[in-house]
């Protein structure tokens, strides 16, 4: 029996995510293992009157291509591919992994170089993004692999994404829109802001923003969503801070990262597990040293880590910061081919001082 949340979600995703308009080309990116989402978005797509484009994949396809490709198969990109990122009017993708760990034991050289090959479409994507051009966001389907690295069952993980969507709402829409408006008070506050002082269990670090732009993570880009976040000045960092959770990225998780910053650069980095592949990482290019994105988790109804960032980089009551590329539509100007969130849980004995005031304490924004 199809479970009738599906047909929600995929609802929230066209008429809300990326608002879905007649005649406009929609790229719905999935797997098999997601089919009844796949499937409920690009039927809503087709009644809304616009035009669908599938692409299916599957998983196992990246380690084979990890494993056996040549440098110029790393490097190669399709001609057409740039031209797809021209013409798409939105893009909605929906992550199914089968195995989570499917690249742990991929070449860290291999995937940087990929990244480096990539970048110049993800550089177009979000520009074009940035000028409203092209509207896209991105979900997770429910699967074995994630239920088992957020060690649940895979029904109560399903009932965890699905609260977390806000699916149980009478109108999910219209609470997602009141999510909206509280978080743009919160915005519009921050874009006052000049300097943010982050203090925390082996933590000490202070970035500016002035004159950056902080953007309203309301369900649009991400799906759930719950953040509020913009990219600080690039040479502004100055400090040191210790991730509270694995940092969970190109198949493998990397634990008690501790980053030492100054004028913006990481100068040290240290881990318990897989230090070598967060060094190789910061060795991707110039950018990737530097943080793109500073961020405020707000949403309530995700408190535990999973494993996954589109759900911890949530966390009512955290922050995270991504190394490497930054969001055009903030103002930042860092350029990478990496883009890797990394969380921060300031619940217990943490604070954010904002020019001086206190705007978060112990998890709990104070303004």
Request: proline letters at 5%; aromatic letters at 10%.
């Amino acid at each position: 029996m199809a479970d009738p949340r599906v047909e929600t979600i995929a609802r929230i995703l066209v008429d809300y995510s990326v608002e879905v308009q007649p005649n406009q080309l929609v790229r719905i990116n999935g797997a098999p293992e997601g089919a009844p989402l796949v499937l409920a978005v690009y039927q809503q797509v087709l009644e809304r009157g616009a035009h669908p484009w599938l692409q299916v994949g599957l998983d196992a396809a990246q380690e084979l291509f990890y494993t056996y490709a040549s440098d110029a198969q790393l490097d190669y990109v399709p001609p057409f591919a740039k031209e797809v990122i021209e013409q798409i009017d939105a893009t909605i993708g929906i992550w199914t992994d089968v195995n989570t760990k499917a690249l742990t034991s991929a070449d860290p050289a291999k995937q940087s170089r990929r990244a480096v090959a990539m970048r110049p479409l993800s550089d177009r994507f979000l520009e074009r993004a940035a000028k409203k051009e092209l509207r896209w966001t991105a979900t997770i389907y429910p699967t074995h692999a994630f239920a088992q690295d957020a060690e649940m069952s895979l029904r109560e993980f399903e009932d965890f994404v699905y609260k977390a969507c806000l699916v149980h709402e009478p109108d999910p829409i219209k609470a997602w829109r009141a999510i909206s408006k509280e978080q743009q008070r919160l915005v519009d506050w921050l874009n006052k802001a000049r300097e943010i002082h982050v203090l925390g269990p082996d933590t000490d670090l202070r970035l500016e923003v002035a004159g950056r732009k902080w953007e309203n993570c309301d369900g649009h880009e991400n799906f759930p969503d719950g953040e509020i976040f913009t990219g600080p000045l690039e040479q502004s960092l100055n400090g040191h801070i210790r991730y509270t959770y694995p940092a969970c990225a190109f198949g493998r998780e990397v634990e008690d990262v501790r980053l030492e910053f100054k004028e913006g650069r990481v100068i040290r980095a240290t881990a318990a597990k897989n230090e070598q592949f967060l060094l190789q990482m910061l060795e991707t290019d110039a950018g990737a040293r530097y943080v793109g994105e500073f961020a405020f988790g707000t949403n309530r109804g995700i408190q535990r880590f999973t494993k996954n960032t589109l759900f911890d980089e949530k966390i009512g009551g955290t922050i995270h910061l991504a190394l490497g590329k930054g969001y055009p539509e903030t103002g930042s100007k860092n350029s990478s081919a990496i883009h890797w969130d990394m969380v921060c849980d300031l619940r217990q004995g943490g604070e954010v001082r904002i020019d001086g005031t206190l705007f978060l304490k112990d998890g709990k924004i104070l303004i």
